[in-house]
């Protein structure tokens, strides 16, 4: 009995020096030692264009955190919306661009479209968004 009593007294001594870990007050990405993103923008409006219209805009972002921000991936709602995005880690305190192209052959009205990035942010994924209004192809003697 008096053996069991020592086991469990060793098991809880030991369990409360595993679980109780020292951190900060707060779940700043600061406390939680990771990579975020901060946008100066995550919606772009490219207003009206003409239908077959290629367009481009480049969202700025910031690492925020304390570590390394990495990009997994990122991927157009669909194939006429392009991401490019930077494949090497951007350091705490500095800028990154992505690239997002729109190609607006064969859209026609209001196109509302969403490029999602895979990062190792507390979020996992990151959503920027375009929009645009695509006017119909005029014909030639119109």
Known sequence: MIKKAIGLMAITAFMMTVS???EGVGTTAENAGVATMEFTETEHDFGEINEGDKVENYFTFKNTGVKD?????A?????????????TPVKPGEEGKIKVS???AGKEGMQHKTVTITANTKKANEVI???????????IGA
């Open 20 to 22: 109780c870990k020292k």
């Open 69 to 73: 921000l990495v990009i997994v991936k």
């Open 75 to 87: 991927t157009g709602s669909c194939g006429c919306t392009v991401p490019e995005y930077p494949k």
């Open 102 to 104: 729109f190609n607006s």
């Open 129 to 139: 968004t375009i929009k645009a209004t695509v006017k119909e192809k005029q014909g």
